[in-house]
């Protein structure tokens, strides 16, 4: 929408792209053909792909990151074990996959939303599961709720075309953990209002073309952190408190301003 800018996508959501298409190629093989040698080969042929993208390619300059040095085999290194980690968490060989990435659409309350599944299966019932694969850390569980919600979001897309699913499941294939989330209606329903409110707010901002900011953390990976008042204000304040990383790009953007 008008008054956000698209920058470079992060290092980490390469990472899980990659990796997502990774365990895409591997969970569409026939069962009995989902092993960790059969990766070996999807993960050759997601890298031919996923290395000719521009968001790789526009990462690479954004942060001056170095492809095929040390830093690219690392990052190679770090995919690999997180497809690595599926087969710790599951036996691949006995899902029984109905859908990977799975374009969904469907409107919510007041709401257009639209999403890709990473994996739709039947359990041992028969019933319908939602599985996502997530390559970064296990939250707390205060802080769940993002999580829990994208896939509560997915239950009722799913029950718009005719079905419930009966839950959901959190695949950290990195940490080697599943989380499970329950697809209660109530829940649900309480999902569907607060995505409601979240598009009502949208609508609102690209009508007035003011979007509020909201700095954190992640200011110091932002490529726009300098046309942002507050995203500036936040860098500088953390570069100063010893709380941003000297491996975020807005660093040298954060450095004291000296006096002449």
């Not at 959501?13 to 990774?22: E, M, P, Q, R, S």
Request: a negative charge.
């Amino acid at each position: 929408m008008a008054g956000r800018p698209q920058g470079p996508a992060g290092e980490a959501a390469l990472l899980g792209t990659f990796v997502h298409l990774t365990l895409e190629l591997l969970m569409q093989r026939p069962a009995n053909d989902r092993t960790l040698d059969a990766a070996k080969v999807d993960a050759r042929t997601a890298w031919d792909e996923f290395s000719a993208s521009a968001d790789w390619w526009e990462w690479c300059a954004f942060a001056d990151f170095d492809p095929d040095g040390p830093e690219g085999r690392e990052f190679r290194w770090r995919a690999w074990q997180s497809v690595c980690g599926l087969f710790r968490i599951e036996d691949p060989t006995q899902i029984e996959v109905v859908a990977t990435e799975q374009f969904m659409s469907a409107k919510l309350g007041d709401a257009p939303v639209r999403g890709i599944v990473d994996r739709l299966e039947r359990d041992s019932d028969g019933l319908l599961v939602v599985s996502d694969y997530k390559t970064g850390k296990v939250p707390d569980a205060r802080f769940r709720g993002s999580k829990d919600r994208q896939l509560r979001l997915y239950a009722a897309m799913l029950a718009e075309h005719g079905e419930l699913p009966v839950r959901g499941r959190l695949l950290f294939t990195s940490h080697h953990t599943q989380l499970l989330v329950s697809f209660d209606p109530v829940e649900v329903d309480e999902c569907v209002r607060v995505v409601s409110e979240a598009w009502s707010d949208i609508v609102d901002a690209h009508g007035s073309g003011l979007w509020p900011a909201e700095p954190g953390p992640l200011c110091g990976w932002c490529p726009f952190v300098e046309e942002c008042d507050a995203g500036l204000a936040e860098v500088q304040d953390r570069r100063a408190s010893g709380r941003l990383k000297r491996s975020a790009p807005a660093w040298d953007v954060a450095a004291p301003v000296e006096l002449l």
